[in-house]
Structures are given as C-alpha cells and as structure tokens.
C-alpha cells in the first residue's frame, strides 16, 4: 500500500487522493469540477482528467490550469459512456484512495477532507458521501428543487435504499484489486455507478455511508442538449456559491424533497432480491428504460449521436478518419 509522501514505482511522491474525472467535450462545465477539486481544503491530490476522445479544446483548458497535479489522458475513441473512462483512472490512480467526479458535478471545499477522514474511521473499502441532486428549472426564476441520495442503514451501504453516484464514491486503492472494474453500461441491470456499489457489497465490501452533504450533482441526462451548447451556468453559480459553504447546504437541504418511504413487506422483498443476486433498483430501472435503451435515451437527451459502433468496418473508419482529417485542418486523402 503507498502512503501519503512516500515514492511509488515511478520514484515520485505518491499523493493521499487520486480524483479521476472522466469527460466528453464539455469544457465550460470540466472547468467548474476543475475548480471545485482544486478548491478543497485538502490539497494531497493528483487529477486524473480521462478524455473520451474529446476535442482539442479539452487539453487546451487542463492547460490553462498550469497545474502539475493535473494529467489530462485522451482515449483516441468514443467509448460512449464513462465506465471505460473511470477505469482507466482505477488504472493509473496512485494515491492511497481513489475518489471519482463526474465533470458536471460539484464538491463542497470539505469533500476530501471529510472523505479521507471518515474511510480511515470507519475502516471501509468505500465510502459514500450524501449528494444533492440539483433539478432542472422548468423555467427562469423558478424556485431550486433537490433531491437527496447517499443514505444508507445504521451508518452502512443497504442495497435497496443506498444510491450512490459516481461523484460521491471513494475507495481505497488497495481494495480495488478485488473490488473489480466498473462494467459496461450495456452489461448492467441499471446505472453502471450503482452496478459497482452493489457487487462490491456482494463481495463483503464495507461501504459506509458520510453523514455529510459534499456534493452536488448537475445530471446532464435531465437537461435537454446538454452537450450541444458548452455552457455551464448552473454550475458556475453554484461554485460561487460554495464560498458560503453551509448557507448553500442550508438553502440546498430546504429545498429538497422527502423521499418516500418503504413499507416493511417491500423492503423485505427488495433485501431477498439483493440476497438472491439481483439489484433491487433493477425491476424499476428496467420497467422504466426497458433493455438496452437506457444509454440511446439518454445520449438523445444530451444531443449526442448514437453509441459509437464497437466493430466499425473499413467504409466506418474512413469515414471517422476523413472527419479528424477535416477538423485537423487537413485535406483528407483520397481512395
């Protein structure tokens, strides 16, 4: 195991947290997660910004930051979705624990100090911290709507009321040898960041749940065109915010809706699903999306093209190249 100031394989001094933050031509919104990172009252991190074969402009902003601690790697295809990403980060990740952003979410200036805290406390593999769900406004002026996730049973992961997305995730890096990768999208019953959680939890991880409200999650598949425009204005006043840290908790948890509670027959069926294998989120997830439509519906919201093709043919690839070739300012080649 590295520990904090101590050299890796590499010789160079090994950071207490590696964030990875994997990201898809959004640079006005990665600038905001950027500044939400480098913003934290605990400063032992490296970034591990994982592109999913994004445009130039991407490089050009890890860039500007002028910081060491932040390595920008650029996958030279679309993967489509950010599992591929993240466990590119796992892969390279050298700090004691690994924490995952998502590039249109925020975190408070206390997150990784609080996390690191509470997973040396609590003795855990992973630990989840409570989120905010920011809704989007139906219209301008409209007043702020959230939601609340992270809760778990007795101060632990529970798998029918635990949800913990990917920005609220920290593991130590020792465990991930055994906790396994994230799997593909198109391999899980429902979101891949609950996919992980629960067979990590099947595997005897313990994951323990941060009584702490550290992150803000912007869900880009909640706002139409999200990835058509590079604009970030929801984030950028929530980061402004943040200099009130606990006047924006405040307004944040005042305007959260309760969730509903379960009946105790309900309950107990879900926890035998989760004994018998199956995630207790899956029936809803696939009642709601139905197979293999969860990831189209969601790139039609954002404004993306459709999954990228895992085996394009030579006419597909030529295609792919002479469209480089033209953005590169260059004459694509002929036949």
């Given at each position: 195991m590295e520990r904090p100031g101590r050299s890796d394989a590499t010789g160079q001094t090994a950071p207490l947290v590696s964030v990875v933050i994997a990201t898809h031509n959004r640079p006005a919104a990665l600038r905001q997660a950027l500044r939400s990172v480098l913003g934290q009252t605990l400063q032992d991190f490296e970034i591990l910004v994982i592109g999913d074969a994004c445009r130039p402009e991407t490089a050009a902003l890890t860039a500007e930051f002028d910081d060491p601690r932040i390595i920008y790697i650029n996958l030279p295809v679309n993967f489509g979705e950010?599992?591929?990403?993240?466990?590119?980060?796992?892969?390279?990740?050298?700090?004691?624990?690994?924490?995952?952003?998502?590039?249109?979410?925020?975190?408070?200036?206390?997150?990784?100090?609080?996390?690191?805290?509470?997973?040396?406390a609590t003795g855990a593999d992973i630990v989840i911290a409570r989120g905010a769900i920011i809704e989007p406004a139906r219209m301008k002026g409209d007043p702020l709507k959230t939601s609340i996730y992270g809760m778990g049973k007795g101060g632990l992961y529970d798998p029918v009321i635990t949800a913990g997305y990917g920005s609220a995730q920290m593991a130590r890096r020792a465990s991930l040898g055994w906790l396994g990768p994230w799997r593909r999208a198109n391999e899980c019953a429902c979101e891949s960041s609950q996919d992980w959680l629960f067979r990590a939890w099947r595997k005897g991880a313990v994951i323990a749940t941060l009584p702490?409200?550290?992150v803000l999650s912007i869900f880009s598949g909640q706002r139409s065109g999200s990835y058509v425009e590079d604009t970030a204005v929801e984030q950028e006043e929530l980061i402004d915010a943040m200099r009130m840290p606990n006047d924006l908790r405040i307004k944040v948890l005042a305007a959260a809706t309760a969730p509903r509670p379960l009946k105790k027959s309900s309950y107990l069926k879900r926890r035998l699903w989760a004994a018998c294998g199956i995630h207790p989120r899956s029936v809803e997830f696939r009642r709601k999306y139905g197979r293999d439509s969860y990831m189209p519906g969601l790139r039609k919201v954002r404004g993306l093209p459709p999954m990228p093709e895992r085996e394009p043919g030579p006419d597909d690839l030529l295609a792919r190249y002479r469209g480089l070739a033209e953005s590169d300012g260059a004459e694509p080649n002929g036949d």
């Open positions: 950010q599992s591929g990403p993240n466990n590119i980060g796992f892969a390279r990740a050298r700090g004691r624990f690994v924490a995952l952003l998502n590039h249109d979410d925020l975190w408070f200036p206390d997150h990784l100090a609080a996390m690191t805290g509470w997973i040396d702490h409200l550290t």
